[in-house]
């Protein structure tokens, strides 16, 4: 015999979400806690992965008049990759809070790119809001030394570290000369 099936909880998988089943009428509201899948991101030539790989995120649905919607997103990750500077692993967090609004009819400024047919893209909202939410230069530490630029050694692990002035070429040349 079969064992039964019973509904299983499970967080709420919403790389794309139907507005639309929500049926909400002008000035009515809906707030949902989902979960959404980012894709990593490529900076410079790195690879950051944004975790957790399921991002819980808080969205506010709000119905305009004239079958709008005017939207808000808001969660927090940790981004995963190497640090800008030093190259050791990096795991900045970001928080965004983002708003969208769709308003059919009332000009291409006022139309979401990420709601199609009342199906919101809450996979590529997020990532595009995340993407400008993302620090300019992902650090390990706000003040990361970074590498030596001649011999590459970590400078956070050897702040006193340091070479030799290199001698001035003109003396090299001037030694030269005198030997001819
Ligand atoms: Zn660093
Ligand atoms: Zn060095």
């Known amino acids: 015999m079969r064992p039964a099936r019973y509904p299983r909880v499970v967080p709420a998988l919403a790389d794309s979400f139907d507005l639309g089943r929500l049926r909400l009428t002008a000035g009515q509201g809906r707030r949902l806690d989902l979960d959404v899948a980012i894709a990593p991101f490529e900076l410079g030539a790195e690879r950051y992965v944004v975790e957790p790989a399921r991002v819980p995120v808080r969205l506010d649905v709000d119905r305009t ?4 919607y005017a939207l808000r997103v808001r969660f927090e990750v940790t981004l995963v990759g190497p640090c800008m500077r030093c190259l050791e692993p990096a795991t900045p967090a970001t928080s965004v809070d983002a708003r969208e609004v769709d308003q059919p009819g009332a000009g291409e400024e006022l139309r979401s790119p990420y709601i199609a047919d009342e199906i919101l893209d809450l996979s590529a ?6 993407a400008l939410a993302l620090p300019a230069k992902v650090l390990c530490r706000p003040d990361c030394r970074g590498l030596c630029p001649v011999c590459g050694a970590n400078l956070n692990a050897d702040p006193e570290h340091a070479h030799e002035a290199e001698p001035d070429p003109r003396w090299a040349k001037l030694r030269e000369l005198r030997l001819e």
């Open 65 to 68: 008049t004239g079958n709008g």
């Open 125 to 130: 909202w997020a990532r595009e809001a995340l």
